[in-house]
């Protein structure tokens, strides 16, 4: 017959010679108390663990104040970030609207297919509406030949530049383009305020509004950095802006637009008499040297 080996752990007083416990185990006794054993020690040292501060020395302890703050700031930063992309997302359309050279692709494709409406589907004009269409362009040809010339008797209007050249396409134009020599300024036609003064990425340059007396206003498009802002007073032949960047060609070209009452006029028919002789596009032009 096989013999188990048997293991006795005892306990005793030596100092009165008393056995306090004794316990006889068999070798799977001894590993199965030896497993006990080191569990409760595991548990034990758990609990102490958690129930001290020496929970705060374990590595990714985080204290409540710190997690608070730190989910806190998480919140912020989506935020954030919710709010810089729409920002994003304004000012990427924005740069495609100033675009003048974008091809509309992606307005093609959402329009889809256009169709052309037959001439049988346009109803013709009424009498009224053609009596009313003929009643306003009466209104603005007196007002352009008559009322106008009329109002700007009384007023003062200087050139756009001392040596301004008006070109002869724009002569009989509502748009004037004036050729600027030199590093010469933009002046004031006349005496009036600021209405506006921006910049236009259309214009290669900045654009100034002003009011006159008696219903006329006038815009200058394509200036160097205005010396006005919106509001200020200005008299005749003040220096309103710098003159504009020469062009691939050397020319520096500002348009000028002028209305009476709300109606375009042309320009030159007010402040070209005395700008000198008119450009021509087939005429040589030579750059100022220097400038």
Request: glycine letters at 8%.
């Amino acid at each position: 017959m096989k013999r188990h080996p048997k293991y006795l752990l005892k306990l005793e007083d030596e100092s009165r010679l008393s056995c306090i416990f004794n316990i006889k185990l068999t070798r799977f006794g001894m590993w199965a108390a030896g497993i006990l054993f080191l569990a409760v020690m595991f548990l034990f040292a758990g609990i102490f663990i958690i129930a001290t501060p020496l929970k705060t020395l374990l590595p990714g302890y985080m204290k409540q104040q710190e997690r608070t703050a730190t989910e806190e700031n998480i919140l912020r930063l989506d935020s954030i970030q919710a709010v810089y992309e729409t920002n994003q997302a304004y000012i990427e359309n924005f740069v495609k609207a100033l675009d003048t050279e974008r091809i509309p692709n992606d307005s093609i494709l959402m329009v889809g297919e256009t169709r052309e409406l037959s001439s049988d589907s346009l109803l013709p004009a009424s009498p009224l509406e053609r009596k009313f269409v003929n009643a306003m362009e009466e209104r603005e040809r007196f007002n352009i030949s008559v009322l106008a010339p009329l109002a700007a008797e009384d007023m003062m209007f200087s050139p756009v530049a001392e040596s301004g050249i008006f070109t002869i396409a724009s002569k009989d134009s509502t748009r004037g383009e004036i050729l600027i020599g030199g590093d010469e300024p933009v002046l004031s036609i006349s005496d009036g305020s600021v209405l506006a003064s921006y910049y236009s990425p259309a214009e290669k340059g900045y654009v100034i509004l002003v009011q006159h007396a008696k219903g006329f206003v006038s815009s200058y498009e394509g200036t160097g950095n205005p010396m006005v802002s919106a509001g200020d007073m200005v008299l005749a032949g003040q220096m309103i802006a710098l003159g504009p960047k020469p062009d691939a060609k050397g020319r520096r070209i500002v348009a000028v637009m002028m209305w009476h009452n709300g109606i375009s006029l042309k320009p030159f028919e007010y402040i070209g008499s005395g700008a000198g002789h008119s450009y021509s596009k087939e005429d040589n032009y030579e750059a100022p040297r220097g400038r």
